[in-house]
């Protein structure tokens, strides 16, 4: 009888598939992490930069050489963060839009309480805050780095710290509201604008590490916003191309409505006359956006009504159309390897 002799040879066994960082796509969790993240950042630079270049064109009727001074202070002052903290390309593009926000604030306060005061001067005082802040980042770089190297959302505890410190920010501002009603020289004025913004510069080199985390937070917020707005590009589109067709509908049923009645059915610019079709596409405009500004409107009974289903139309479209994008925008949920691609 034969015997089974077992085999006691060495079994090899082929290793398991290396797996990056990350995770099977990457360390961006998935094969279009990164192309994502890059796109996302990418319609940040450009809406930073449209923002920008019209807060410069709108300031340059106040003084066309603080349009300069701003250009010029978001290159220095972002170019030296981006040197002192790299790696947060969202933290650069707040502090780019703070920037703008900024100079809108302050040419509001120039223009309404030191209209009078030289170009130095305003120039002086604009940079004096930014200047402050770059000083505090660097007087407080290794927090700050922490801060930016972390990229976490902070939950809503340190809010109150930058109500602390806006608060005394806006009250500087309200108070230079009393220069105005003061009889004083134009040499004064400015004295008094270079010490409120120097007050504000020192506010701000004290609390640079809470401006910091703002800052990053609102980063952060843009990070998100950007993906997910990504992600409604086509249901958009969907939404405004029916959109725009019921609107040509109804407007086209205005303007052969007008043709084949015996009277005019509009109002227009106080004048009841026939409408244009260009005139009927604006009024359906108007109305299935439910503004109705007046300069048209209806006169007669059929047209009336017509007025009324479109106007419907138009409050189901707009609530049924924005709940279906916004569903499409939220995550479905699915791993990775459900993924057919």
């Known amino acids: 009888m034969d015997q089974i002799v077992p ?30 993240a890059s796109k996302s950042w990418l319609g940040g630079a450009l809406l930073t930069a449209l923002l920008l270049g019209l807060i410069a064109l709108s300031i340059r009727s106040v003084s066309g050489n603080l349009t300069f001074v701003l250009l010029g202070s978001v290159g220095l002052v972002v170019g030296a963060f981006h040197y002192l903290f790299p790696g947060s390309q969202f933290f650069t593009l707040a502090l780019t839009n703070f920037i703008g926000v900024y100079a809108c604030i302050f040419v509001f306060f120039a223009e309404s309480n030191f209209h009078n005061i030289s170009p130095l001067i305003q120039a002086i005082a604009f940079v004096l805050p930014l200047v402050a802040f770059l000083g505090g980042a660097w007087w407080r770089a290794e927090d700050i780095r922490r801060i930016v190297m972390s990229r976490r959302l902070r939950e809503g505890g340190h809010f109150d710290r930058v109500f602390l410190w806006m608060a005394p920010v806006w009250g ?31 506010i701000v080199t004290l609390v640079s590490r809470d401006i910091a985390i703002f800052l990053l937070d609102a980063g952060l917020l843009f990070e998100g916003f950007f993906q997910q707005s990504a992600r409604l590009v086509l249901p958009a589109f969907a939404f405004l191309t029916f959109y725009s067709l019921c609107i040509i509908l109804f407007g086209s049923i205005y303007t052969i409505m007008d043709r084949f009645m015996a009277e005019p059915n509009f109002v227009i610019e106080g004048v009841r006359r026939d409408i244009t079709f260009a005139e009927g596409i604006y009024f ?39 709940s279906a994008i916004i569903g499409h925008a939220r995550p479905s949920g699915r791993s990775d390897r459900n993924d057919p691609l």
């Open 7 to 36: 085999d006691r040879r060495p079994r090899t066994s082929s290793p398991p598939p290396a797996v990056p960082p990350g995770g099977p796509h990457g360390g961006h969790g998935g094969p279009h992490g990164g192309r994502g």
């Open 172 to 202: 500087i501002g309200a108070l230079t509201f009393l220069v105005p009603e003061q009889d004083m020289d134009t040499q004064t004025i400015g004295a008094i604008f270079l010490l409120a913004m120097s007050a504000i510069a020192v």
């Open 284 to 322: 359906s405009i108007v109305t299935f956006a439910t503004v109705g500004y007046g300069d048209i409107h209806p006169v007669s009974g059929p047209v009336r009504l017509v007025c009324g289903i479109e106007i419907i139309m138009g409050v189901l479209l707009l609530l049924f159309g924005f």
